[in-house]
């Protein structure tokens, strides 16, 4: 059921993109949208304050740490919750994204589902040695 609605996902995307067919405007819209997530993110902290960044150097984990004690380790850098102006803005920023990722399977014949399944196998095989 799930890959139906990614299939659905793809048809609409592509019945949609009318004015950016082009590989290249495809990929620079992808590029841009990424911006505007990050951008979006930066205004949560700087324009509205609803998250702040308090960030710090990493620890260094050591030969003896197990892999929980080293996920511990390593923080986010984050305080605070999105408010739900943020949270709304942020969404439709990443909607946007995705709506370019998907045009470029699209434009590449590449299946969306097929490209989170095999993401999904290797995280799920590989779990904290994937090292992300």
Known sequence: MKDVIFDEFQDIVMDSLIR???ILDITSKF???SARVN??????VTDCGCIKINAHKQCVPTEEQ???????????HLDGKICDN??????REM???IFYLTSLCNSL??????????EHQKVNALGKFDFR
């Open 20 to 22: 950016h067919k082009s």
């Open 31 to 33: 590029s841009e949208s």
């Open 39 to 44: 951008r979006a993110i930066v205004k949560a």
């Open 66 to 76: 197990t892999l929980t004690e080293l996920a511990n380790c390593f923080k986010s």
């Open 86 to 91: 943020c949270r709304e803005v942020i969404e």
């Open 95 to 97: 909607g946007n994204h």
């Open 109 to 118: 014949d590449i299946n969306l589902y097929d490209v989170l399944l095999k």
